[in-house]
């Protein structure tokens, strides 16, 4: 007998995960009762509680309500998104933008609309989840090449016979903190007749001339055969996702993108929000405080083996669930909140403390994790 009491198999103690309603003060994170330091956000620039941001969004609400009522292609249409579009093609040196809802709506939405029957797509092991729900959902076929092995990338093209292929990958590994090679993508793009599809969720605002992203650091931003997406919810402390590429690629996509066309448009409060957070990344100040704790962090840390990594994501390997859920309770016993990052989100006996650093941070506060994790690990 099946009903919604046993329709699941239960989940091992280790793996089970838990929704805990976490309330945030700014950088700090209460928690089942305690105050911790959060070392477990990705608003790396501290953007999502500066008193720009969040007065645009107060503004808008005030004159024009909240909700947009509609999807964009009917009547939700703010002025505010394409202003956020414009402005976000020229600071990241694309022809055109297209925001749409989340960064999970804009993977998948697009991997299904570039791709059919006839496509063949190439994805890194380590891309994101919503890369890889994308690639199912479009009905062509997938080939996954091992974490950034380019050789085996490059066989794989070779031997493809399809009609059009993608390379698909993150920029910045969300898991990993390490970076794909840009500029080999592209080459292979070029050589073998491919789209590259770049999904640099935590590069934008982080690396990059200030922030500009990894496109920008590898020289190939605007290139015809590239598509970028990036994340208003990281770096810019607010909600929603971006995709640049060429005029007539973002054309392509506003006549047949389903997530886009069927859902409903982001609240004008967020690209209004989210115009104030790219004023402020534009200006540098809190990229240069982010860079400030990250010099700190790994100065602090040089004894321990951190996962290699230049960006604000910065992993421990711990190896089995078990033992990396216990560093973690005992991180949160010295008031520091950092998860334990365990499989199926990364691969069996890779779990990991992944810890994430921001502008937020105080130099104290980057030193008492440092003390902490050279004591328990
Ligand atoms: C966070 C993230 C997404 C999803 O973006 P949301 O706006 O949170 O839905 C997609 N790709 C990567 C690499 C991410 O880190």
């Known amino acids: 007998m099946s009903n919604s009491r046993n329709w699941f198999k239960p989940v091992p103690a280790e793996r089970r995960r838990r929704l805990a309603a976490s309330q945030r003060r ?3 994170i209460e928690r ?4 911790l330091i959060n070392f477990a956000s990705n608003d790396y620039l501290g953007l999502s509680a500066h008193p ?27 002025p505010l998104l394409h202003r956020l579009e414009s402005e976000l093609a020229a600071w990241k040196g694309f022809e055109a933008c297209l925001v749409v809802g989340s ?15 006839h496509a063949h797509l190439f994805a890194d092991r380590l891309n994101h989840a919503s890369l890889v729900d994308g690639a199912r959902l479009s009905g062509a076929k997938f080939s996954r090449f091992e974490h950034l092995d380019y050789a085996q990338l490059e066989s794989l093209l070779q031997k493809s016979t399809a009609e059009q292929r993608i390379i698909v990958s993150d920029g910045i590994f969300s898991m990993d903190g390490d970076a794909a090679d840009l500029s080999t993508l592209i080459k292979l793009c070029e050589q073998h007749d491919a789209l590259l599809l770049i999904d640099d969720a935590h590069g934008a605002g982080t690396v990059g001339e200030r922030g500009k992203g990894l496109t920008d650091l590898a020289g190939i931003a605007g290139h015809e055969r590239l598509i970028e997406m990036g994340t208003l919810g990281k770096s810019f402390g607010c ?6 590429s060429t005029a007539e690629m973002i054309e392509g996509l506003k006549q047949r993108m ?8 982001l609240p004008a409060a967020l ?3 989210a115009l104030a957070a790219l004023q402020l990344i534009r200006q540098g100040d809190a990229i240069q405080q982010l860079q400030n704790n990250l010099t700190l962090f790994k100065q602090e840390t040089s004894a321990l083996s951190l996962m290699p990594s230049d960006t604000p994501i910065q992993p421990l390997l711990i190896g089995s669930d078990a033992d990396a859920l216990k560093v973690a309770a005992a991180l949160a016993d010295n008031g520091l909140f950092v998860p334990a990052i365990r499989p199926p989100t990364v691969p069996e006996g890779t779990s990991r403390l992944r810890i994430t650093l921001s502008a937020a941070h105080a130099e104290a506060q980057i030193r008492q994790l ?8």
Do not use: H, W
Request: aromatic share 4%.
């Open 52 to 78: 720009d941001v969040c007065q645009a969004a107060i503004e808008e609400i005030k004159r024009n309500g909240l909700g947009s009522g509609a999807s964009r292609l009917i009547s939700g249409d703010d």
């Open 239 to 244: 909600y929603g996702a971006f995709i640049l």
């Open 258 to 265: 389903r997530t886009l066309i069927y859902s409903t448009a």
């Open 271 to 273: 690209p209004a929000a």
């Open 32 to 35: 089942d009762g305690r105050e």
């Open 370 to 377: 440092a003390d902490a994790l050279r004591r328990l690990v």
């Open 103 to 117: 960064g999970m709506l804009a993977n998948i939405g697009l991997l299904q609309t570039l791709a059919g029957r």
């Open 26 to 28: 700014g950088i700090l």
